[in-house]
């Protein structure tokens, strides 16, 4: 609940915690402000335009749906210099999906370093996600893919975790990693 409305600045929750929150000296409580108050502060929104545009909806796109239903997927290149730097671990992207399947907007949320964030935000950029079939809703889709990128005898993988095969391939490879090195 308080994660979307952080997200939307336009939420009604966002609007009443920004403008009829008032904490008491002692009590910590919530009270309203008197109703002149918040009918300017209504007015000022709506004269200024404060919350005019409407975020839009989107549907969740499930992770391994989303890369077996792929019209054009990819994989991101393991950057040299990451490689070389021994820069490893999980990148995230999180992908807006038009009605038609082509990405509307991404947006890298985690990544190694600056040069393995290029290269998911390059991947992301070129994938093509399915339509949306006949019929349905015209709203968006939201997904994520995820890709870990490993150095495995110094020599950079790239396994893509929304791939059910891929990723038994990538626990397989940690597992045996973890009983050759035993701490």
């Given at each position: 609940?308080?994660?979307?409305h952080d997200r939307?600045?336009?939420?009604?929750?966002?609007?009443?915690?920004?403008f009829?929150k008032i904490r008491g000296h002692s009590?910590?409580?919530?009270?309203?402000v008197?109703?002149?108050a918040l009918?300017?502060?209504?007015?000022?929104?709506?004269l200024?335009?404060?919350?005019?545009t409407v975020?839009?909806?989107f549907e969740?796109y499930?992770?391994v749906?989303l890369?077996?239903?792929a019209?054009?997927r990819c994989v991101p290149?393991?950057p040299v210099?990451s490689?070389k730097?021994?820069?490893?671990?999980?990148s995230v992207?999180e992908?807006?999906?038009?009605?038609?399947?082509?990405v509307?907007?991404f947006?890298v949320?985690q990544?190694?370093?600056d040069?393995t964030r290029?290269?998911v935000?390059?991947?992301?950029?070129?994938?093509?996600?399915?339509?949306?079939p006949?019929?349905?809703?015209?709203?968006?889709r939201?997904?994520?893919?995820?890709?870990?990128f490993?150095?495995?005898?110094g020599?950079?993988?790239v396994?893509v975790?929304n791939?059910?095969?891929?990723k038994?391939r990538?626990?397989?490879a940690q597992?045996?990693?973890?009983?050759r090195?035993?701490?």
């Open positions: 609940m308080w994660r979307n939307n600045p336009c939420s009604l929750l966002r609007r009443f915690h920004l009829c009590s910590g409580r919530w009270h309203l008197s109703p002149s009918a300017v502060v209504s007015a000022g929104m709506i200024f335009g404060g919350c005019s975020a839009p909806e969740p499930p992770y749906f890369w077996r239903e019209k054009l290149a393991y210099s490689v730097s021994d820069h490893q671990g999980l992207v992908l807006d999906i038009r009605p038609d399947g082509a509307a907007h947006t949320l990544a190694p370093d040069a290029d290269s935000g390059r991947c992301a950029a070129q994938f093509r996600a399915a339509p949306k006949g019929g349905a809703a015209k709203t968006a939201r997904g994520k893919l995820f890709f870990y490993v150095i495995s005898a020599r950079g993988e396994y975790v791939d059910p095969v891929q038994a990538l626990v397989l597992t045996k990693g973890r009983d090195n035993p701490k």
